[in-house]
């Protein structure tokens, strides 16, 4: 692998002259991760660093361990195969709350957020797109608190929803909200006046047009502000869960950091970079398998 | 024998935009469409060609004047007049069957029926083996005889076709000619087809009408019937070397080139 990166080449049949970028980049990244992962356990090894500041990755692997209650729920399920009389491991978790339901909270803010968004801001941003008094109404106020950092509106979504849920779902529903709205408006104007003039050639009404035309040409660019809407939403998690939540990756974070346990916040920021990573591949082969002609028209 | 669809004087004025003076894309056009016409309008950029055909297909309304299908006057784009462009305007999310049968699923015909009828005529422009595929995997000319097949299935009076062959190769040009005056003979529509090329327009057309700029308006109208010779012989270089094809060809070229030279700027 190392030789193939290092050794100079002259251009092989696949490739295109001067093509900016080509070939795989796959190769390079599974050695960035190695030395990223190799270079944090060398330096922790060493004592380099003190683990208050830079955890070592065993620590931080144990730690998971402990959270995630994984003797726990093993013992578990020992007993339900029969190889083991009672559970004996507690699961104490972090926060009074094991490590899944901590994930489990953060998914259902941070999708049942992007859900209400999604519901909302496509029939929106198609209506922007497809009628000027619909964008007369509802560009101003949507460029007006798109360039806004959550944190800055997140008091007054307790002054006005308090502390409980609505608040939190509110204030991801903001962040996920203009993305899509803006992609689905641009992703109208992808359509080509020819498509539209040979369906109404054909006889269709303006109904059949906005529904088996103009939407399914803005699909590809609808896909695409969902996927920048979704991690928005994880941007945004860690400001939600800052007020007066019990459970949370965020709320999980910031208490760890209160109490300088800096292998829990590295725990933490892990998972959401996980979960966030995951989400992502899967909204990519969705996008593929939904428009399989995206860029190819 | 009566017109399909009639022009009478129509005119049509684009406002002033930005500086620029009102435009009369086209003056006082009347014109007659008959049954199992082909009608080629040929004419330099800007002379109203693409203007006209919008007019009848209705995605424009004209400034005065009047459009009359079978003596009713034409209030916007409908079924009973199928328009192929010149960039194919297919749809991707749907493959070849799907796009053909397309029409008939927005005018709410049963699946069985919508089905046979697409099927009939993908294999009128030779593409039966092709239904499954989607529309970005096929060539240029493959895409454009879907779009012919898609406007044909919808059984219109009359076809309009925007220069249809004018993005493709000089090689499956030549070969679309042929596949276009075949469906056209096997479907007796009644045909208005814009090009920019005058060997294609008198090769097809049994009317041609020559148009002129500013303001756009016809100036010469030729009945000819090269294409009658193509179907009794079924060779086409031997029509297009004809002694008097080439001599029109000459005589409309000059046409063509002398309004070009003589107008001058505008």
């Known amino acids: ?297 | 024998m009566t017109a399909i669809v009639s022009l009478d004087r129509v005119s049509v004025e684009f406002p002033a935009v930005d500086g620029a003076g009102a435009v009369r894309a086209l003056e006082d056009v009347s014109l007659e469409f008959r049954d199992n016409e082909f009608v080629v309008a040929l004419g330099a950029s800007g002379c109203g060609k693409t203007t006209l055909l919008n007019v009848i297909a209705g995605f424009l309304s004209p400034t005065s004047g009047e459009v009359l299908h079978k003596n009713t006057p034409v209030r916007g784009p409908g079924p009973d007049r199928g328009v192929v462009f010149q960039k194919h305007a297919l749809l991707p999310w749907l493959n070849v069957l799907e796009n053909t049968e397309f029409g008939l699923k927005l005018q709410g015909v049963a699946k069985d029926e919508r089905l046979s009828r697409a099927r009939d005529y993908l294999a009128l422009v030779g593409l039966s083996d092709f239904e499954r595929y989607p529309i970005y995997q096929l060539s240029g000319g493959m895409q454009q005889r879907v779009g012919l097949a898609r406007a044909l299935t919808c059984d219109p009076d009359m076809l309009l076709m925007d220069e249809p062959l004018g993005a493709l190769d000089a090689f499956t040009r030549e070969n679309m000619q042929e596949l276009v005056l075949d469906a056209w003979r096997k479907t007796r529509k009644v045909v208005f087809f814009i090009t920019h090329s005058v060997e294609e327009a008198l090769f097809m057309a049994t009317r041609l009408i020559v148009m002129s700029p500013r303001p756009g308006r016809i100036t010469h109208t030729y009945d000819i019937d090269f294409c009658r010779r193509f179907f009794e012989t079924g060779n086409a270089r031997e029509v297009k070397s004809s002694s008097d094809f080439i001599a029109l060809r000459e005589e409309v070229l000059s046409i063509i080139y002398g309004e070009e030279t003589g107008d001058g700027p505008p």
């Open chain 1, 1 to 297: 692998m190392m030789r193939g990166l290092f050794r100079r080449r002259g251009p092989q049949a696949v490739e295109q002259y001067g093509a900016p970028g080509q070939g795989s980049g796959t190769a390079v990244s599974a050695i960035t991760i190695v030395l990223i992962l190799g270079g944090w356990w060398v330096v922790t090894q060493l004592g380099l660093i003190r683990p208050l500041f830079l955890p070592a990755p065993e620590m931080v692997i144990s730690k998971f361990a402990k959270i995630a209650c994984t003797e726990h729920y093993f013992e578990q399920v020992l007993v339900a195969v029969g190889g083991l009389a009672k559970v004996e491991a507690k699961c104490h978790g972090f926060s009074d709350h094991a490590l899944h339901e901590h994930i489990l909270w953060s998914l259902y803010r941070v999708f049942g957020a992007f859900a209400l968004a999604t519901v909302t801001a496509v029939p929106i941003g198609i209506a922007m797109g497809m009628n000027r008094h619909a964008r007369g109404v509802f560009d101003p106020p949507i460029e007006f608190y798109r360039p806004i950092p959550p944190l800055a509106y997140l008091p007054l979504t307790i002054i006005w929803f308090g502390i409980g849920e609505s608040g939190k779902l509110f204030l991801i529903f903001l962040a996920c909200f203009a993305p899509i709205a803006i992609n689905a408006r641009a992703g109208v104007r992808s359509v080509s006046i020819e498509q539209i003039h040979a369906a109404y050639s054909m006889g269709a009404s303006h109904r059949q047009v906005l529904r088996q035309v103009v939407l399914k040409a803005a699909l590809p660019e609808i896909l695409t502000g969902m996927r920048v809407a979704i991690a928005f939403g994880w941007t945004t998690l860690v400001a939600a869960e800052m007020v007066a939540a019990k459970a949370g990756i965020g709320v999980m974070v910031l208490n760890a950091a209160r109490f300088l346990a800096t292998d829990i916040v590295f725990l933490g920021i892990i998972v959401i970079g996980a979960v966030a990573f995951v989400f992502d591949l899967m909204m990519r082969r969705f996008e593929r398998a939904l428009v399989p002609w995206k860029g190819k028209v």
